[in-house]
């Protein structure tokens, strides 16, 4: 008797979640289809999911940009290098906060707690920046953000599971502390090095704020800058892209799209492989959110 | 002899834990140099903080700034500004992953149930710069995709991003396109983790699914939406900074001009670091205010809170 009426709200359901998710992707496949296609087809509107004119102009003179090439340059270095700090800081300072007896380990805790209901603010931390010679460097994009407050506690939840049998174990052969960790741990637990790395890649890449706050100079900025360049303030037009010919406007709007997909590509190339490890780390973390 | 014995013990543990200490020595530095270190720089708010002399020799002007604030006539706009852009966001941002992990959980059919949670993530990786961008161009008046649309259906194009009010709807619903697949992970771990025997006793008593929904999907995951409501209670007078720095212009500050924005042009831009400083420290305090309000107002009325 239920029967109709519930299936046709599983459709009515179904039906929402699908338009939902076209609304996800469907912006993705539209720029990527502009951007491959004819100006002719751009101008008149005509491109909607399929490109169009099929043509790779647009991307020659986004790749042949020297901004780009130098930005894509730091971005890359300042995600490795940033990383792997990160990396380092947060998992050390996890695995020593998960073991409850530490000294101190209760101080320690509530320090770093605190800074997630309250902070010094933009000001404050940029003289504080600025101060340790930090600005115009590669330093001034790494290591104030060195260490997320959420992901040391996902890191800490993580490590508090691991098998202490195991770590006493270690302890009777004599292994100390850091041995421990290095020997025993991290072998067992890559899986959230992988997770909470990739959260530090992808925050670090997609990093304006520090960027915008403690870069000057054009040789160090990251490609979220000169993204933000191009396409907001409409520095479209640097040094070989005023021979485009047709309606300037709307070839503005494909070379919009093409600095848009060649900037965030790696990050939509990898997603699908990545998107597993992202969802168990953000799962870790809410399971002590 | 009993502070000897105490400190004999102290040495003991020390000497015990010396290893961990120094794994915890870098995160340690990096919380008292980059996030403590800044809270002591907050004093500059009550000097006339002078670059040459640095912090400490600056004379001190005692609540000079905050009264220069509290008296300005940008602070009535900035302060609504900023509450109603952060009250808008949690009135629709906030139940948008809760409505999806509920419509989620009614589907039956595995690959469908994948795919748009696969798909709905997405967006969350894609940097505030992209997606600001994304926002400019599909709104833009003469070739954007929105107002192609607009004008094949018939209707005048709108100029998005330069009318003070479309400014807000557009933020938010940016906040829930980005956003809301990311943020229904945690509550789809919560319902995960409810009773089947709940469901089946309640089929029983002849509840229908929404009643089902109403009746024990919802209180189950009660603590899970509390606790995250308290959260973002203390995030409304702290919108996210770059978007919408990425998003405002001149011509729509009149809304969308909001306290972070205005700190980073007034601070960082002009170097009035005192007075910006000062605009930091009362917002911080205000947020402060508002996470413990709502977390006893919580603890009061329900049994859960963050403490």
Redesign the interface.
Known sequence: M?KPQ?SF??LA??L???L??A???Y??L??LAVSLSGDKYVIK?AVTLIPKGLNTKVYRIVLDDPRIFTAYRNTILYVFVGTAISL???S??????S?KN???HTA?TY??VF?M?????????????RG?GLVDSIWGMV??T??STWN?IIMRTFFAGFPSELEESGKIDGL???QV?YYLVMPVTKAIFATIGLFYA?GI?????SA??YLRSQEHFPL?VV??NI??AGQVRSSNVTSVGGDQ??V??SL??AV?MV??LP??LV??FL?KY??KG??IG??K? | MMPEGRSNR?MR??NK?K??????L???I??L??????????V?SFKNYNLFKG?WASPWVGLKYYRTFLNSPDFFELLSNTVLLGVTKLAFAFPAPII?AL??N????TF?KR??Q??????H??????V???V???LSP??G?VN?YLKVLGFHPVNFMSEPGWFRPVYVLSEI?QHV??ET??YL??LTAIDPQLYEAARIDGA??WRQTLNITLPCMAP?II??FIFNV?DVLDIG??KV??LASPAIYSTADII?TY??RV??SQGN?SY??SI??F??II??IF?FTANFLARKFSEHSIW
């Open positions: 239920k519930f709200m599983s359901i179904g929402v979640l699908l939902l998710a609304s996800m992707i912006p993705f539209y720029m509107g380092a800081a947060t050390l300072g996890a695995y020593a906060l073991k530490m000294l101190f320690f320090l770093i800074t209901f309250f902070g010094g603010g933009m000001i404050p931390t940029f003289l504080v920046v340790l290591l104030p060195a260490i040391l100390n502390d850091f960790f992808v890449w997609n990093n304006f704020y915008l706050l979220q993204l933000r396409i907001l406007l709307v503005e709007e919009k799209y848009i900037s965030t990050i939509l997603y699908p998107q992202f969802v953000a799962m809410s399971v959110g | 102290l543990k020390l834990d290893y961990l200490l120094l794994m915890q870098p995160c340690l990096y919380y140099v980059f996030r403590y270190a800044p809270m002591f720089g907050l500059i912090v999806l419509l989620l009614e589907v039956t059919a469908l795919f748009v696969t798909v709905s993530y997405l967006p990786f894609i940097s505030n710069v992209v600001a961008s994304m400019l161009t599909f003469s070739t995709v192609h396109w697949g990311w992970i945690i771990a919560a229908n699914r899970t606790i995250l203390g900074f770059e720095f990425l972070s700190v980073y601070g960082l670091y910006a400083a930091d420290l917002t911080a947020s402060l996470v």
